[in-house]
């Protein structure tokens, strides 16, 4: 009986020894994936090695790539924003919206970043060609910060990521810190020469506003969801704002003749109070219709210089 008992125990040691050697042998075989996530569009994407020819299709990423000592197989073409000197050479593929398919297929590249809403007629092709697609969206302050963490956690590069969103919060809390105290009731108007409507938080000037304590009176009728939405001058009259910021794409003289004949022809337009003290700003296209990515702690003081001049006097 004794003998009984020393051979089973034998038998079971021998058993799990050749358990835990086949589950070591298992996760060596068969490795770990580089990196899992689920991007903006909600598509899980896995990547079973780290990505050596990455191509962006939106310039708005460029300086965030950068910052994390990222590099470039090829991207889109800037007519707008500054390109970083590291990538001024990198082969150019087309305006974001006019992307040359032919082009990017050329490159062969092993992982595309794209914008979700932007490119996603060209995913099920990328895809369907084996190669990865990440869609970002990267329009509020909170959105850049996760495009910066998972640009790098695609380079690899946690630490320089880590560092450059705690120096925007740095920088963001250094502009905020010397407002005054009282809490300016604003609202923002979007102005294309066929229509004028007002933006919410999910906008890049509504998000800023947020940033800044600003209190958005026509964001109510976003229900929180949508980027802009029509907003009449009943309305506007009715919430009678303290500052109107105003956002722009077109041409000048086109957006002047809109928003004249939607609003400053109405008598009711010089009853409010904005007008009335020329608290009426038009904010730049370059920080407030086109993603300013790290540039977004520039946004958040260039609006509120506007609305608070003398304390950021000479511009500090």
Known sequence: MQLQKLACALLCTIMLTLAGCGGEQKEAGGGKAYLQLTDAAGRQVTLTKK????????????????AVGGKLAGRATSKVGTV??????????G?????NMESLVALKPDLVLAGKNQHEKFVPLLTSNNINVIEFDAKTYDEV???????GEIYGAQDKAAAENALLDKEIASVTAKLPKDKKRVVIMHATASSVTVEGSRSIAGCVSDLL?????????????????????ESLVGQDPDVLFITSMGKPEEIENRLRSDFKQN????SLRAVQQGHVYVLPEKLFLINPGLRYPEAVKYMAQQVYPEVFKNGK
Request: hydrophobic fraction near 40%; avoid cysteine; aromatic fraction near 8%.
């Open 213 to 233: 304590g600003f209190e958005n009176v026509a964001a109510a009728a976003l229900q929180g969801k949508s980027d802009k939405t029509p907003y009449s001058m």
């Open 95 to 99: 305006l974001v919206y006019n992307i």
């Open 51 to 66: 990505p050596e020819r990455i191509v962006s299709l939106s310039p708005s990423y460029l300086g965030m790539i950068d």
């Open 84 to 93: 970083p000197a590291s990538m001024k050479d990198v082969p150019e593929i």
């Open 145 to 151: 910060k996760q495009t910066v963490t998972t640009l």
């Open 267 to 270: 008598p009711a337009w010089n």
